[in-house]
């Protein structure tokens, strides 16, 4: 079952919007994932093609509010400084929108699937953006037997457990685009979350570059 690049206009439980201030959205009980969908910044990319190969694992950090990240140890390269901006600017999208003083960060340099099963985050908003390679598969609410999760699934692929509606078509999220994920921990979500997986690789492509940013109080 191949994953659509082109987003629904209205599926259930998820939010899609061209403006970030839409995002508040996410705070919605019934809404699980909220979309920004945006250009992609041919700076960033451009650079990210260039330092492929020097990228090294990326990043991990925790940035105060407003606090650009340093990224002296990947390739000084044009671009850099953009993407250093871009990290900057969604850390302080997410801890505005979460109110809290500290955003955790990982730049993940990905040459392979991290969570190739669909699965719910023990989180409580998580926000993903791929700037490389292919972006975040989800699910919704209304096409997934929630049973079939984890250890309900007894050992089967997704495809195969019955997780999956007749039917059903698995969506991703397009690359530039931020994602706010909600998870089981949001406070009333104990049984629900936005049901996702990574996406394989292609081999020619890796490798896949992802921005994840969660809350720290």
Not at 66 to 95: S, W
Not at 134 to 158: C, I, M, N, Q
Not at 181 to 190: A, H, M, T, V
């Amino acid at each position: 079952m191949n994953a659509r690049h082109n987003l629904p206009a209205h599926a259930p439980h998820t939010l899609v919007t061209r403006s970030p201030a839409a995002l508040v959205g996410i705070f919605e009980p019934d809404v699980q994932l909220a979309i920004w969908q945006r250009p992609a910044d041919p700076r960033i990319a451009d650079y990210l093609e260039t330092s492929r190969h020097g990228l090294g694992r990326g990043l991990r950090t925790t940035l105060d509010a407003g606090q650009c990240p340093g990224l002296g140890d990947l390739p000084d390269h044009p671009g850099r400084d953009a993407l250093a901006r871009d990290i900057g600017q969604l850390a302080e999208l997410l801890g505005d929108l979460l109110d809290c003083p500290h955003i955790g960060l990982r730049l993940e340099v990905i040459d392979k699937a991290m969570c190739p099963r669909l699965h719910v985050d023990r989180v409580g908003i998580r926000l993903l953006c791929t700037y490389r390679g292919p972006g975040t598969e989800w699910l919704d609410d209304a096409a997934a037997d929630r049973s079939k999760l984890g250890s309900g699934a007894g050992g089967l692929p997704d495809e195969e457990s019955g997780l999956l509606g007749t039917g059903t078509q698995i969506q991703r999220v397009p690359g530039f685009a931020v994602a706010l994920l909600k998870g089981s921990l949001w406070q009333g979500n104990g049984s629900r979350g936005i049901i996702h997986r990574s996406p394989a690789v292609p081999a020619d492509g890796f490798p896949r570059v992802v921005l994840a940013a969660d809350g720290v109080w």
